[in-house]
């Protein structure tokens, strides 16, 4: 037990490291931490502290291993959710490639799944932590998804005007029509399917 709290400290402070860079972001003018663009030690930090983030939820899972209270039953769903989540994340690392993954400027990638959704891997990031919470029945793992689920949602609005910047109204019209997570784009606020119906 005592390894499994080691583990979920270095997730936590991974993930707060990451909800840091994404928060300076949004409130301190000419600074971005994500996406990096072409700054490769923002990226470093960036691959270093998320990559341990999640190696950390893995970690703690195993070494935390039905420490809670839940019934078998969600631990099933919770690998159900587990599952889908990897087939998620292929597909959608596959459909955005390489460079814009690392979030290096590329084209604009609207088809697979990004058809359903703007943000498809931290769709399918929040399934992995969750569904692995849930099918190891660590309340640690629930804890590290709490937080990783933080810096997940934070994520997207700061990257937003970044990809304004790099792909202009194709990315406007993009967003006007593509759900932010997932789900049905319906009227939005403005009543005509503009505005950001999030």
């Known amino acids: 037990m005592e390894w499994a709290f080691v583990t979920f400290g270095i997730g936590v402070l991974a ?7 994404l928060l300076a972001t949004l409130a301190v003018e000419d600074f971005r931490f994500w996406p990096p663009g072409d700054d490769d030690a923002k990226l470093r930090v960036y691959l270093v502290c998320s ?3 999640f190696l950390s939820v893995l970690a703690t899972g195993i070494l935390d ?9 969600g631990q099933v769903a919770g690998a159900v959710l ?3 989540s990897l087939a998620v994340l292929s597909k959608a690392a ?3 490639g390489e460079e814009e993954t690392k979030g290096r400027a590329g084209e604009l990638r609207t088809g697979g799944l990004y058809r359903y959704s703007r943000n498809p891997q931290n769709t399918g990031y929040l399934l992995f932590v969750w569904g692995f919470a849930l099918l190891t029945n660590s309340p640690l793992v629930a804890g590290l998804a709490g937080a990783m689920t933080l ?12 990809l304004h910047e790099q792909y202009g109204e194709a990315y406007a019209d993009y967003r006007r029509r593509t759900p932010r997570f997932v789900g049905y784009r ?6 005509d399917g503009s505005g950001d119906g999030d």
Do not use: I, K, M
């Open 51 to 53: 990559r341990g983030a």
């Open 15 to 21: 993930a707060t490291v990451v909800l840091g860079g």
């Open 186 to 191: 319906g009227r939005g606020l403005n009543g």
């Open 151 to 162: 810096w997940l949602v934070v994520q997207v609005p700061v990257e937003e005007p970044w």
């Open 94 to 96: 596959a459909d955005l």
């Open 82 to 84: 587990f599952v889908a």
């Open 65 to 73: 291993w039905n420490a809670g209270p839940l019934p078998w039953p």
